[in-house]
């Protein structure tokens, strides 16, 4: 890989030569001494992990964080978890990745209420007050990504929690592109909920994420076992009582390794500074966003002046795709490629997008490279 320029971090990101070892080390002490002997060897370090959640995302509390295997992990289960009787209909933005709508449309229509999908051009603006009139009009929940996945679109998430806070809607926030990239703040965001995954811009491990559930806010997991609740008798009556934490969502079963894996990558995160990290990111997008917007065979899919370290370009035809395609491959150029499968209401079946997500430690002469083959195109 150090011989490649790579940039899909929006996909999953490199990580770093001591993440890997924290997580082979933990595989090795499994292999030394047992499985369960090594969880409870390393419970110290577990904990450490739900501190480090907490300073990433600025939660009050410990108990608001859970451990989860994926972004999409988190998004269903606060969505199924969320208590319908405090909603009468959804709110979310025709930009969102498949999960997003998928999971929200099966809950609609289970329970019989709208779906309300703003749409959005290809910018990812959308008419904010289009979405307030839609929130005005009921006992809402609102769900929608900071950072989308196929290009430069950051939304408003600051913005949508006034109007979430003033009709006392349920707010959720997915930061899977966003967490790793944009300093993550959610009491600024005024969410009741927040999830993310370990291998994009944190540069975790695969398999591993974790969400935020504000302490009193109305979610409850579905899934229950052994650590998540306890179940005892009572004069020959089963009970069971469910942990009053975020980390009812979890299950007790995990790779362990990973998850502190995760943890060493949000370390060396904070020890960085997201602000000094994001600041590098932008840097870098906003020098590949200058010599798309300057090449008349590709067209930029977001904003230009974007916060978010995410691109994505459309060749104008699509033998300029193929060749474009054939130019990074030959450059040693690793990206991505965004279509309807990702965002099913946001692009048509036709539509190709190539995906840059360049991260803080690239070298700014591979960035340059970049920006002469994208010129080249
Ligand atoms: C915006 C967004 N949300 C959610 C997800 C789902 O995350 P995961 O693959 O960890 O389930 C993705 C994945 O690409 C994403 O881009």
């Known amino acids: 890989m150090k011989n490649r320029n790579y940039l899909n971090s929006a996909g999953a990101a490199i990580m770093s030569d001591r993440t890997v070892e924290v997580i082979t080390d933990y595989l090795k002490l499994e292999q030394q001494i047992g499985g369960y002997e090594a969880m409870f060897a390393s419970a110290e370090e577990q904990a450490i992990f739900y501190t480090r959640v907490q300073?990433?995302?600025?939660?009050?509390?410990?108990t608001e964080i859970a451990y989860t295997d994926g972004g999409s992990r988190g998004w269903n289960?606060?969505?199924?978890?969320?208590?319908?009787?405090?909603?009468?209909?959804?709110?979310?933005?025709?930009?969102?990745?498949?999960?997003?709508?998928?999971t929200l449309k099966i809950l609609a229509d289970k329970y019989n209420k709208p779906l309300?999908?703003?749409?959005?051009k290809i910018d990812?603006?959308?008419?904010?007050?289009?979405?307030?009139?839609?929130?005005v009009m009921g006992k809402c929940c609102i769900a929608i990504s900071e950072a989308?996945?196929?290009?430069?679109?950051?939304?408003?998430?600051?913005?949508?929690?006034?109007?979430?806070?003033?009709?006392?809607a349920i707010y959720i926030v997915d930061g899977t592109q966003s967490t790793g990239q944009i300093p993550i703040d959610v009491q600024a965001m005024k969410c009741h909920a927040f999830t993310a995954n370990g291998r994009k811009w944190l540069r975790g491990p695969r398999g591993t994420g974790f969400m935020f559930i504000k302490s009193g806010a109305p979610f409850t997991?579905?899934?229950?076992?052994?650590?998540?609740?306890?179940?005892?008798?009572?004069?020959?009556?089963?009970?069971?009582?469910?942990?009053?934490?975020?980390?009812?969502?979890?299950?007790?079963?995990?790779?362990?390794?990973?998850?502190?894996?995760?943890?060493?990558?949000i370390k060396e995160y904070l020890d960085l500074g997201p602000t000094t990290v994001h600041e590098q990111i932008v840097k870098y997008a906003?020098?590949?966003?200058?010599?798309?917007?300057?090449?008349?065979?590709?067209f930029l899919v977001g904003k230009v002046g974007s916060k978010s370290g995410i691109i994505g370009f459309i060749a104008k035809d699509e033998e300029t795709h193929i060749r474009i395609s054939d130019l990074f491959s030959k450059n040693d150029i690793t990206i991505s490629v965004v279509n309807e499968w990702a965002c099913p209401l946001f692009f048509d079946k036709k539509t190709q997008v190539y995906r840059l997500a360049a991260h803080h430690d690239v070298s700014p002469k591979r960035i340059e490279k970049l920006c002469k083959v994208i010129s080249e195109v």
Request: negative net charge; proline residues 2%; hydrophobic residues 40%.
């Open 55 to 62: 300073v990433l995302i600025n939660a009050n509390d410990v």
């Open 124 to 135: 990812g603006s959308f008419e904010i007050d289009l979405l307030a009139e839609k929130v």
């Open 116 to 120: 309300h999908i703003i749409p959005c």
């Open 148 to 168: 989308t996945a196929q290009g430069s679109i950051v939304n408003p998430i600051e913005a949508i929690g006034e109007i979430a806070q003033k009709n006392n």
């Open 221 to 265: 997991t579905q899934i229950l076992d052994g650590s998540s609740s306890r179940a005892y008798s009572v004069n020959g009556e089963i009970k069971v009582d469910v942990v009053d934490t975020a980390r009812q969502f979890e299950m007790w079963e995990r790779c362990i390794g990973n998850m502190l894996g995760l943890s060493q990558a």
């Open 77 to 102: 289960s606060l969505l199924n978890g969320l208590d319908q009787n405090t909603v009468d209909s959804f709110v979310t933005l025709s930009s969102e990745y498949v999960t997003n709508i998928t």
């Open 286 to 298: 906003n020098q590949i966003r200058k010599t798309i917007c300057g090449n008349e065979n590709i």
